[in-house]
């Protein structure tokens, strides 16, 4: 079940309470929210960061929930700082990187054979929607455009898509 759903089907009063400063409704609806964001962020976030996105959208949650507008508001707010967390640990991740010489030395003295293989798994680390976008625009070498048909997705998600997945791809054969 989705994030947005899920938070959808959160009792409204439930949330006005926690909204108004009742400490056991927030509580519930921390304890309610924490299985949705944490299978958002294995969608979406690489695998070491699932539990610090899950840990920042509940803090952030529980100091911000009085400043909501509106109860109806609530599952988009949840879905957009989750999605905010997930980025910003990719990002950071990504700045830390070692600098693209080292991975180029480092790929240079293995074996053909040795970068299949690494590039292999590295493809299969990528969480399944990512996965797809790198096979269908690198291996099977269709275009922007035909992607995000075969994906009906639009054409800024596919790029971004793709870029976040190279990320991860570079990330995971940096390491070591």
Not at 33 to 41: K, L, M, N, S, W
Not at 74 to 99: G, I, K, Y
Not at 116 to 144: C, F, G, T
Not at 146 to 175: C, D, Q, W
């Amino acid at each position: 079940m989705s994030l947005l759903v899920r938070a959808r089907r959160c009792n409204p009063s439930l949330i006005e309470a926690a909204r108004g400063g009742d400490t056991e409704a927030l509580v519930s609806l921390i304890a309610a929210a924490q299985p949705d964001i944490r299978r958002y962020a294995a969608r979406n976030c690489r695998a070491a960061d699932i539990d610090d996105a899950v840990q920042e959208t509940l803090l952030l949650l529980y100091r911000r929930v009085g400043t909501l507008r509106a109860v109806t508001s609530f599952s988009a707010w949840l879905f957009a700082v989750a999605r905010r967390a997930c980025l910003r640990l990719l990002r950071r991740a990504a700045s830390t990187e070692a600098p693209a010489d080292d991975a180029e030395a480092r790929l240079a003295h293995l074996a053909p054979e040795d970068i299949r293989i690494d590039l292999s798994r590295a493809i299969q680390s990528l969480p399944d929607h990512y996965r797809e976008v790198i096979l269908l625009r690198d291996i099977e070498e269709l275009s922007i455009h035909e992607i995000a048909g075969v994906l009906g997705l639009t054409r800024e998600s596919v790029k971004a898509r793709i870029h976040r997945a190279r990320i991860m791809i570079r990330e995971y054969l940096v390491r070591d």
